[in-house]
């Protein structure tokens, strides 16, 4: 599982720093069945996790609901420069981790 981040290269100490990820993945729902009529497992991203620096600062629980290939969008304060550091984890235990640097000026 891959995943594509979009942060600003450069935010100012305070500022309000939006965050995007889209995440790689099919989110089979387990409602669906395959060309022979059999049930498709579900496997779905079912948590997600940001942390800055270390610190947690984002937490999403997923469920079958949401679209295949996820996007999620949510908002920090700059701090200081450092690292988002993006971990997820899937139905059947697969695991995902992205990083991402924080440039932060005064």
Not at 2 to 10: H, N
Not at 44 to 63: M, Q, T
Not at 67 to 79: G, S
Request: hydrophobic share 35%.
């Amino acid at each position: 599982m891959t995943a594509r981040i979009q942060v600003p290269r450069e935010t100012k100490l305070g500022e309000l720093v939006e965050i995007r990820i889209v995440i790689q993945h099919p989110m089979e729902t387990g409602y669906r069945h395959d060309d022979v009529g059999h049930p498709i497992k579900r496997n779905v991203i079912n948590a997600l996790s940001c942390r800055y620096n270390g610190e947690e600062i984002f937490r999403a629980d997923l469920s079958s609901g949401i679209a295949a290939n996820p996007y999620l969008q949510f908002y920090t304060v700059a701090r200081e420069s450092g690292e988002l550091e993006f971990s997820w984890i899937d139905d059947e235990g697969k695991e995902g981790l992205e990083r991402q640097a924080v440039v932060v000026k005064s």
